[in-house]
């Protein structure tokens, strides 16, 4: 079967309909999970068949700079301000949810997962506010978490559901059930409710 190859990146301004081509470099096969704010482009510099580099390109013009080496997988990027999350396997069995300060290229490991389907669940980094699933009690009830990025203790919420790409910010949070598959509900909870399908 034939693959895409992304090998452009454009600036599109919806209210002026104007497409402006982003020379962003590329060392790999394509570009894989772009995105942008008013300080910065970033993406995944990537090979096909997974890993390649996550790459910052500030919009003032200066250079593109490597963020870090991604070996395996294609994680997908959230940009908020100068800060940049991802979900990353670094081994056989282990997955790191990382936090990156652009203007420093510092990056912080905030959670581990060995063996666990939660290294496959993406973050949400938006307002200064991170937010990932975990493990609950048992293997089919997870717990959401949620850390303001100036700050230093994680936020537990329950939601007696199985939790995966949760999305969210200080007063509502909105997950799925499943892994993008059959049978998946959408579930939401505000100002820490109790959970509320939405769709299934």
């Not at 063996?115 to 496959?120: E, I």
């Not at 100036?150 to 790409?165: G, I, L």
Request: aromatic share 10%; with cysteine; glycine share 8%.
């Amino acid at each position: 079967y034939v693959r895409a190859r992304l090998e452009s990146v454009i600036l599109f301004d919806p209210a002026t309909q104007t497409a402006e081509k982003i020379d962003a470099p590329l060392s790999n096969t394509h570009y894989m999970y772009c995105m942008f704010n008013d300080a910065w482009i970033v993406y995944l510099d990537a090979n096909m068949d997974g890993g390649g580099r996550i790459m910052a390109m500030p919009r003032d013009g200066g250079d593109a700079v490597v963020v870090k080496d991604v070996y395996t997988g294609q994680p997908k990027l959230q940009l908020d301000g100068n800060y940049l999350a991802w979900m990353e396997r670094t081994g056989s069995r282990m997955d790191k949810l990382f936090v990156c300060d652009l203007t420093t290229l510092e990056s912080t490991t905030v959670q581990m997962f060995s063996d666990s389907p939660y290294g496959q669940s993406d973050p949400s980094l938006k307002n200064g506010l991170l937010v990932w699933a975990d493990a609950g009690d048992s293997a089919d009830v997870s717990q959401i978490f949620r850390i303001r990025l100036s700050q230093s203790t994680a936020v537990p919420y329950s939601p007696n559901t199985y939790v995966h790409d949760p999305q969210g910010d200080e007063s509502c949070l909105a997950w799925l059930t499943g892994h993008h598959g059959v049978g998946t509900d959408l579930y939401c909870s505000v100002n820490g409710g109790p959970a509320v399908l939405v769709d299934s």
